[in-house]
Nanobody, 127 residues
């Protein structure tokens, strides 16, 4: 199993900023993509932003121009810089990652595909 350690959630005022980080650890041969999703009370989980190994990035329309996702490939770490926060950004934010484990015989070749989620970090935007 790949472990995703999230940090950086908390309380921010409208117009404020927060930065989330997520570090993946485990027997990872290669990380294909990492991203952030969020789930607000009473709503379904939705994509916020994601980045693939080649640097391709997707953002939800609701966060374009305000949020920036970045990734340190060598450290299997992804960040989400959130600026100009709005009350509607309030949600539990989940890190996601997918890629390939090391093979059972070693990390010189790929093993099975994985897709894992972090436990979530709460972001609250309020006066």
């Amino acid at each position: 199993q790949v472990l995703l350690a999230e940090s950086g959630g908390g309380l921010a005022q409208p117009g404020g900023s927060l930065t989330l980080s997520c570090a993946a650890s485990g027997r990872i041969f290669t990380m294909v993509g990492m991203g952030w999703y969020r789930q607000a009370p009473g709503k379904e989980r939705e994509l916020v932003a994601r980045v693939n190994a080649g640097g391709g990035i997707n953002y939800a329309d609701s966060v374009k121009g305000r949020f920036t996702i970045s990734r340190l490939n060598a450290e299997n770490t992804v960040y989400l810089q959130m600026n100009t926060l709005k009350p509607e950004d309030t949600a539990v934010y989940y890190c996601s990652a997918h890629g390939y484990y090391c093979s059972p015989s070693g990390c010189d070749r790929p093993g099975p595909h994985f897709e894992d989620w972090g436990q979530g970090t709460l972001v609250t935007v309020s006066e």
